[in-house]
């Protein structure tokens, strides 16, 4: 999948597109299309990568953010105290559907234990 046709790669080019909830020079964050749980949002970096299997020393700084962003968006939802979820899906067995690197942040309810 080329970024032309990456809908995650497509969606900041849009300034005044209204789901995009946060965005910085690195990362921005969606609210998910089909949610899962009461807070379900994707932190998603704006580099387009087709596998994790291209993290290298260069990401560090990308994925870091994501990170820093995941907790001040779990702040802003008024999750931090109850709790949340972050999930990371990679590949066919994972589920993974979008081929661009993004972070589910999850919470607002008790989620279902993962194996
Ligand atoms: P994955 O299984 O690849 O980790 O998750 C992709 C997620 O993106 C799914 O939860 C799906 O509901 C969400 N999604 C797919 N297309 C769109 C879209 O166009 N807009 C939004 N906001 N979410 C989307
Ligand atoms: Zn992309």
């Known amino acids: 999948m080329t970024t032309g046709e990456c ?6 080019q849009d300034p005044n597109d209204k789901q995009v909830v946060y965005r910085d020079d690195r990362v921005f964050v969606i609210r ?3 949610p899962q749980a009461p807070v379900h949002l994707l ?3 704006l580099m387009h990568m087709a ?24 702040r802003r939802e008024g999750v ?17 559907v979008i081929e661009h ?14 194996a």
């Open 101 to 114: 690197p993004h972070v589910h942040l999850l919470g607002g309810k008790t989620l279902p234990d993962i």
């Open 43 to 45: 932190i998603i970096p």
């Open 7 to 12: 809908i995650f790669c497509n969606i900041p």
């Open 80 to 96: 931090t105290i109850s709790g949340y979820r972050l999930v990371m899906n990679q590949g066919p067995d994972s589920g993974q």
């Open 51 to 74: 596998s994790l299997a291209y993290v290298g020393p260069g990401q560090v700084p990308m994925m870091g953010q994501i990170f820093v962003v995941a907790e001040e968006m779990a």
């Open 32 to 34: 998910d299309i089909n």
